[in-house]
């Protein structure tokens, strides 16, 4: 099963941009990358998916190297509301379980 | 309002007992899931479907049961045989299997089972 890989933790202050970096070294020429979003005692929420290159929407940007053997979820200006945890996922409709797999992901604090 | 709703919020069942924990979905999604989620961990899958009638173990189904009856509907049984069944409990759907779609998630249910 394809495995991903992200730090436990990262620290921030309001305002600053914060990158999380996700390995994926086995990710299959089909597998898309996938990031949630989640707060304490609620459900993940959807960021932002990407394939390869960049992909950016309102909340956060999404870099792909060339390789794909990583990605690194950019969120842009953090404030206190976006310390939550944030986890990696690959696959895609074929590989199915494959990505289902949420692993530990990484807790972000913000402090003022 | 679409969305996934899952009831009640906070569960309480003495042990020995079975519990079933409810999902409905109104996205029009074929696909559904359950997570377990213990404190400070990550989600562990439970059990998923694809579509009606046909549903696929997770990583740990052990102790758990579920249906797909109703394309709507993905509800989860702990039963008794669930060594450690207190945890938080998360559904979710999406139109197709996750990978290439995101998965939409219900508020949780916490179960406390003593």
């Known amino acids: 099963l394809a495995k991903t890989t992200q730090p436990i933790s990262m620290d921030s202050y309001e305002g600053q941009e914060v990158n999380i970096t996700c390995s994926h070294n086995n990710i299959a020429t089909n597998d898309y990358i996938t990031w949630y979003q989640q707060f304490p005692s609620q459900g993940p929420r959807f960021i932002i998916q990407g394939y390869k290159t960049k992909v950016t929407n309102e909340v956060a940007s999404l870099f792909i190297p060339a390789d794909r053997k990583s990605s690194t979820l950019s969120l842009p200006r953090v404030s206190l509301s976006d310390t939550a945890v944030y986890y990696c996922?690959?696959?895609?409709?074929?590989?199915?379980?494959?990505?289902?797999?949420f692993g530990s992901g990484t807790r972000l604090q913000v402090q003022p | 309002d679409g969305g996934i709703t899952q009831s009640p919020k906070y569960l309480f069942r003495k042990e020995g007992q079975n519990v079933t924990l409810s999902c409905e979905q109104n996205l029009n999604h074929d696909a559904m899931y359950w997570y377990r989620q213990d404190p400070g961990q990550g989600l562990r899958l439970i059990y998923y479907?694809?579509?009606?009638?046909?549903?696929q173990k997770g990583d740990i189904a052990e102790g758990y049961s579920v249906s797909r009856e109703k394309k709507e509907s993905f509800p989860l049984t702990v039963t008794s045989a669930q060594k450690n069944p207190t945890a938080f409990y998360l559904c979710?759907?999406?139109?197709?299997?996750?990978?290439?779609?995101?998965?939409?998630f219900g508020p949780g249910t916490r179960l406390t089972v003593t």
């Open positions: 479907s694809q579509i009606v009638n046909d549903f």
């Open positions: 979710a759907s999406s139109p197709g299997l996750a990978g290439a779609y995101e998965q939409y």
């Open positions: 996922l690959v696959g895609d409709e074929d590989t199915g379980r494959r990505a289902l797999t």
